[in-house]
């Protein structure tokens, strides 16, 4: 997977505020993926304590959805933890276990918030600027945006709804 340098990763936290804001304005939100044929799964799992983090990918084909490939790297966090800007923090370890990756992602699906953030920039988007592939966030809990109660019937869903615009859906 290619990765799209857009700034020097070190930045202090005004600095990321005013990155996210210039991002912001870059992230697509049409549908450019019609038949996916490799999708990357993402997830990080940081101990309690902070300290040595985990980052798992694994790779279906679709819509077989045999494994492909998979691959895990473990690492330190340069950035503090800060609910809103996780998209600076997360970055170069996930790009840095998909650069292990043998296959291309047309799609990556990732357990954080996309355009359901305050500033429209959760790491979501951000992978998806920086690896040029289309994001797809499955975040929880619900960060910020409101919906309609769902029911309690299967396949349930509900347009989320941020500043008067549809910013995600709620399953």
């Known amino acids: 997977m290619e990765v799209e340098r857009l700034y020097d990763w070190r930045l202090n936290i005004d600095q990321v505020l005013e990155m996210q804001r210039w991002l912001q304005d870059?992230?697509?939100?049409?549908e450019r993926v019609t038949s996916p044929r490799f999708i990357v799964g993402v997830d990080i799992a940081t101990g309690k304590d902070g300290g040595m983090t985990s980052?798992?990918?694994m790779?279906?084909?679709?819509?077989?959805?045999?494994?492909?490939?998979?691959?895990v790297a473990q690492g330190e966090f340069d950035f503090p933890y800060i609910l809103e800007l996780l998209s600076f923090r997360d970055p170069p370890l996930i790009l840095g276990v998909c650069g292990k990756l043998s296959v291309a992602p047309d799609l990556i699906l990732v357990d954080e918030q996309g355009v359901t953030h305050p500033r429209r920039m959760g790491l979501?988007?951000?992978?998806?600027?920086?690896?040029?592939?289309?994001?797809?966030?499955?975040?929880k809990p619900r960060f910020c945006g409101s919906h309609c109660l769902l029911g309690n019937k299967p396949g349930g869903y509900a347009e989320m709804l941020g500043s008067g615009?549809?910013?995600g859906v709620a399953l």
């Open 26 to 30: 870059r992230v697509s939100r049409s």
């Open 55 to 57: 980052v798992a990918t």
């Open 59 to 71: 790779v279906p084909s679709y819509p077989r959805l045999g494994l492909v490939e998979m691959a």
């Open 124 to 139: 979501a988007c951000h992978l998806c600027l920086l690896a040029d592939t289309p994001t797809i966030d499955y975040a």
């Open 165 to 167: 615009e549809n910013i």
